[in-house]
């Protein structure tokens, strides 16, 4: 089994963690020929010239990202916060349209639970269907749980800046350092203190990937999702799919519609379903030639 996984890029240098350490890295032309750019979390084949390496061919990969550039990633860890600065629900909406359609899973955790209550956020994301987890950073609260959520796998960790990444990081493996910003109350919302990508290991064959803010996180992307396809990344509306009155129904103002008819009953989170329109408009005029 390969087992030589790209953890940093950086400059045009890739660095493979392989069985006997960390190998600094050049990537083969024929990528760029290619149109192809290995990936942090990339499995590769490499080859040696002395104390440096060259990556000569990358894996078949299980999901890519374009913003922030990772692959084969198991986990999404999605940060929010409810207290300064508090998360927007459609953010978080956004990403896990994102993340479900690249069959990754997700888990909303709500840090800065000293602060102010996770509750409001927990309980939109909990009916939903989706595993919640609040935490602190500055008590602890959480972190074994957090800990136990991602052992084994490799997660990228993302959030709008200032909900406490970096800190949330340090606490599961302190040893990682890493520097922590200060959230500007007037402008409520925290300065950017990732620089680049990079896995950082946490040992049982754990990874974790901290990530720029949400304004960064592939949501781009987002865009090129076909109209047709926004239902399917949302669990919630999984059970009333298939039962309105009109099969091509967008679930948006048509007659007998079984998802608006849910949410009228209480069974679909109001934030969840204006997400859903919202993305909706963005996403009609998007035609299948774009996606090619």
């Known amino acids: 089994m390969n087992n030589n996984r790209i ?121 939903a269907g989706f595993r919640v987890l609040a935490t602190s950073a500055e008590t602890g609260e959480g972190i074994d749980m957090l800990r136990q959520m991602i052992s084994g796998k490799l997660c990228a960790f993302t959030g709008n800046s200032g909900v406490g990444k970096s800190s949330l990081l340090n606490r599961l493996c302190p040893e990682l350092q890493l520097p922590v910003g200060e959230v500007s109350e007037k402008l409520g919302r925290g300065r950017h203190t990732t620089r680049h990508i990079e896995l950082y290991s946490l040992g049982s064959d754990t990874y974790v990937a901290d990530t720029p803010g949400f304004s960064s996180f592939d949501t781009e992307r987002m865009d090129l999702v076909l109209k047709e396809e926004l239902a399917d990344v949302f669990p919630d509306f999984a059970p009333h799919i298939g039962k309105c009155q009109f099969l091509d129904c967008a679930h948006l103002k048509e007659p007998g519609c079984a998802v608006r008819a849910a949410l009228d009953r209480g069974e679909i989170e109001p934030t969840r379903y204006n997400s859903y329109a919202k993305l909706y408009e963005m996403a009609k005029d998007i035609k299948l030639w774009k996606l090619k």
């Open 7 to 127: 953890i940093k890029a950086l400059s045009g240098f890739y660095y493979v963690q392989t069985d006997d350490g960390v190998l600094e890295c050049k990537a083969r032309g024929h990528f760029r020929k290619e149109g192809i750019s290995p990936l942090v979390g990339d499995l590769v084949t490499v080859s040696r010239q002395g104390s440096k390496g060259m990556v000569e061919d990358i894996l078949p990969r299980r999901n890519s990202f374009l913003r922030p550039a990772v692959a084969n990633i198991d986990m999404l860890v999605v940060l929010a916060s409810c207290a300064i600065p508090v998360t927007e629900p459609f953010l978080i909406d956004r990403v896990l349209a994102i993340t479900l359609r690249q069959g990754v899973e997700p888990i909303i955790v709500i840090n800065k639970d000293d602060l102010a209550s996770a509750a409001p956020l927990a309980r939109i994301y909990e009916h």
